[in-house]
């Protein structure tokens, strides 16, 4: 019997000071599944859509996105649709890896629609931030256990962001059958199918941290061990998780 | 190393505060995510392969002498909120003072000049584990346990559950606390080698949010 092996697909983004008051994006490239398109920008700030152009990812697939944004630049990141995880003929584990990086004087939003772990579907995501001293970052990451009425998959998804070289935050979530136990209990998500976060990542925070608060029983904002905030957040669904990451993000975007 | 002294450090009435958190248990009793023994040892699982195996991890990195700048550095950087990072390093303050008087040592006295405010428990605890004469086999363990005994306790008083039943939760416990210590201590040897990055970095989304809701409280019983 042959094993399908799966599917590599790389994605590259660098977004550069046009020296212009406008960010150009010399590298733009995705392959396979994965596909970049720019869309009208605003002002400074260039956009690009990620647009799945197959479904994935599937049991044994490695996607990975990388995006650097250098100094002066402006990007924001978006997605045209949920990714869903999905099983594949491998029984093997599929993995999707994300590098950023933002210099100096950079911003990156990296504002991703959710990924979905569909029933059977084994999938461990890494996220890697890396920010210069001055750079800015706001990212988002959704997980939806199950489309709806749908038990879940095996979701592991690991978080870093560094700051200046240093880490600020390193978290692992792992979720679904063969998570370690307790993962939906009342210490983990009690029942809720959906959790997200919401890094945000600002100079001035060094100097004037966020206060931390909670937005009702669910959700929380608190600022970090360096220049940084985050909003975690656990949902019935996607939408009301949705809702209220929005709700923080604009109470954090008020305070410009 | 001496067994007995693992017994000291592990001690419920070793003089180091613990008694004064809940580690969550409090919060989740008054959102009705814990209501007897049931959901208590759901509560305690969950704990002990998130924030139970990070702990164990840093205790048993510490033990086994790893930088204990870096080790608090990834322990901040793996406690979002800031209310659990305060009840850490109060934590840690407190292990601080028991454990130098307890077993007195260069290492310790240095930690504690490091970090005037305390730092992180499991590093504390890893260095006293250390001045101990014990090794991280034993730091790992220690705050394994930790990670559930503090929230089984706390529920006695919260709940008024039978005591019995609570210590059961912990024996049943057992087994996967000691897997917990193991994974541990492979994770605290590939730190060694492979540097702070390979140190485990599991959450619990209601406990990181919970702790942030029992800071926000008026009025409550355990400090966290």
Redesign the interface.
């Known amino acids: 019997m042959t094993v399908a092996a799966g599917v590599r697909a790389l994605a590259r983004i660098v977004a550069r000071d046009d020296g212009r008051g406008g960010t150009s994006l010399p590298v733009l490239e995705g392959d396979g599944p994965l596909a970049l398109r720019r869309t009208r920008g605003s002002g400074a700030e260039a956009r690009v859509v990620l647009v799945g152009a197959m479904s994935g990812p599937l049991g044994g697939d490695h996607f990975t996105v990388e995006a650097d944004v250098e100094a002066g630049a402006r990007l924001r990141v978006g997605s045209a649709a949920a990714t869903i995880a999905l099983p594949g003929q491998s029984k093997s584990e599929a993995r999707y890896d994300v590098r950023l990086t933002v210099a100096d004087g950079g911003e990156l939003h990296w504002l991703p629609e959710q990924l979905i772990s569909a029933r059977g579907s084994d999938l461990y995501v890494t996220t890697r931030v890396d920010v210069g001293a001055a750079g800015r970052l706001v990212l988002r990451e959704e997980q939806v256990l199950g489309r709806v009425g749908e038990e879940p998959g095996r979701l592991s998804s690991r978080i870093r962001v560094g700051v200046a070289g240093r880490v600020v935050l390193d978290q692992e979530l792992a979720c679904g059958p063969g998570a370690p136990g307790g993962w939906d209990g009342p210490a983990g998500l009690g029942g809720h199918r959906a959790v997200g976060q919401l890094v945000v990542v600002r100079p001035e925070f060094a100097e004037a941290p966020v206060a931390a608060r909670v937005l009702g029983e669910n959700a929380a904002v608190v600022p970090l061990a360096g220049p940084a905030a985050l909003v975690s957040a656990v949902a019935a669904d996607a939408l009301r998780l949705r809702r209220q990451l929005d709700e923080a993000l604009a109470a954090l975007e008020s305070l410009d | 190393m001496s067994r007995a002294a693992l017994l000291v450090l592990a001690d419920g009435r070793f003089p180091a505060g613990g008694h004064a958190h809940s580690g969550?248990a409090e919060q989740?009793v008054k959102?009705g995510?814990?209501t007897g023994a049931a959901?208590l040892e759901?509560?305690?699982?969950?704990?002990?392969?998130?924030t139970g195996?990070v702990a164990a991890s840093l205790a048993a990195a510490a033990a086994l002498g790893v930088d204990a700048v870096a080790l608090d550095?990834?322990a901040?950087?793996?406690t979002?909120?800031?209310?659990l990072?305060v009840a850490a390093r109060k934590l840690g303050r407190q292990l601080m003072r028991a454990a130098r008087a307890t077993w007195p040592s260069a290492e310790l006295d240095d930690l504690a000049r490091r970090f005037p405010k305390g730092a992180h428990q499991p590093v504390v605890l890893g260095v006293a584990a250390r001045a101990a004469g014990l090794g991280a086999v034993d730091a790992a363990h220690c705050a394994a346990y930790e990670s559930v005994s503090g929230p089984a306790s706390a529920t006695v008083r919260l709940l008024s559950l039978d005591p019995f039943e609570a210590t059961a939760v912990l024996a049943r416990l057992a087994p996967?606390s000691d897997r917990v210590a193991d994974r541990a201590v492979e994770a605290a040897r590939r730190v060694v080698d492979g540097g702070i990055?390979e140190?485990?970095?599991?959450?619990?989304?209601?406990?990181?949010?919970g702790a942030?809701?029992h800071?926000?409280w008026a009025v409550r019983l355990f400090a966290s």
């Open positions: 969550g989740a959102a995510r814990i959901s759901d509560f305690c699982r969950g704990r002990l392969h998130t195996l550095e990834a901040d950087a793996r979002p909120s800031p209310a990072r996967e990055d140190l485990p970095a599991g959450s619990a989304p209601l406990l990181e949010i942030e809701v800071a926000a």
